[in-house]
């Protein structure tokens, strides 16, 4: 039994080593900066896509990755 337990917390510390992201954390109602981008997390907790009116500013977020579009024209309809 013991080493069952240990064979599964072995796993499940080779599954974080090489599949979690440290520096990821639960984000809420945040602006995080990472690798250059800028990402919103909502209320949620998810990443923000598509438009979001943050004070008097508007941002658009592209659906596929959540990064903010900066300094470029965005294409509302083809």
């Given at each position: ?24 954390r639960k ?9 250059g981008n800028?990402y919103y ?38």
């Amino acid at each position: 039994m013991k080493r069952k337990i240990g064979i599964i917390l072995l796993l499940g510390m080779l599954v974080c080593l090489f599949g979690c992201d440290f520096d990821e954390r639960k984000h809420f109602n945040e602006w995080v900066e990472k690798n250059g981008n800028t990402y919103y997390y909502n209320s949620e907790g998810k990443k923000q896509e598509g438009w979001l009116e943050y004070g008097s500013n508007w941002y658009y977020f592209k659906p596929s990755n959540g990064k903010m579009s900066k300094n470029q024209w965005v294409v509302l309809c083809r």
